[in-house]
């Protein structure tokens, strides 16, 4: 257990709708990345967030956004789902920039 | 474009035996380069990298960075069947980018 917990374990939706993940940090962690996981592009970076601020962007699409809020927990948003974005959704969390990332278990996304 | 490429994809052996597994980048802004498992679940990190010829070592798995050739191994020796995972390269570029490899499935038969 990483210590990171992750929001809902598994989530099945029709394409267009809209669906918002949830992540809560490691006990002192200010750090959350987002990343994407699917059959046929492997792990991408979506974006990471610092105490609040966006820090670093990936391949994150316009239909995806994120915040991370004052309890430093983060939510990632996305909405006019297609077929293509089902994948599984990690986070994960790290003290500072450098310092090892904590991956949680993930939320499997499932648009039919 | 930031690339990371890894070899082999797939890779079975028997206990006992040691294997190489290797991670070549093109990365604009290098910063880090890191190594994951990930078995069923959610990726654990294995080693950060970010000097060139120093050696990182945690049991039997070991790795080193050549940052004039661009490049990683990780080394596993006398394997377990529980090495067998899929073992992730990624690197990460100044402004945190984090770029993924696809992975090399390692079986590891009894």
């Known amino acids: 257990d990483s210590g990171v917990t992750q929001t809902p374990k598994h989530l099945i939706t029709a394409t267009g709708q809209r669906v918002t993940l949830r992540c809560s940090p490691r006990?002192?962690?200010?750090?959350v990345y987002w990343y994407q996981q699917s059959l046929d592009q492997g792990l991408q970076f979506l974006i990471q967030?610092?105490?609040?601020?966006?820090?670093a962007k990936g391949n994150i699409l316009e239909r995806f956004s994120a915040q991370q809020f004052p309890d430093l927990h983060s939510e990632l948003n996305l909405s006019s789902l297609e077929l293509g974005d089902s994948a599984l959704y990690f986070c994960a969390s790290s003290v500072d920039r450098g310092e090892t990332q904590y991956f949680g278990p993930g939320t499997r996304l499932l648009v039919l | 474009e930031d690339k990371v490429v890894q070899s082999p994809l797939s890779l079975v052996v028997h206990e006992g035996d040691t294997v190489t597994l290797n991670c070549s980048y093109e990365v604009t802004n290098f910063r880090s380069l890191l190594w994951y498992k990930q078995e069923k679940k959610a990726p654990t990190f294995l080693f950060m990298l970010t000097s060139s010829g120093i050696e990182k070592k945690s049991g039997r798995l070991s790795s080193i960075l050549d940052k004039k050739e661009l490049f990683s191994i990780l080394n596993i020796t006398a394997t377990q069947t529980g090495d067998s995972a899929i073992y992730l390269c990624?690197?990460?570029?100044?402004?945190?980018?984090?770029?993924f490899g696809p992975g090399t499935r390692l079986s590891v038969l009894p």
């Open positions: 990624a690197v990460e570029a100044w402004g945190q980018n984090f770029v």
């Open positions: 967030y610092y105490n609040g601020e966006e820090r």
């Open positions: 006990s002192g962690d200010l750090s």
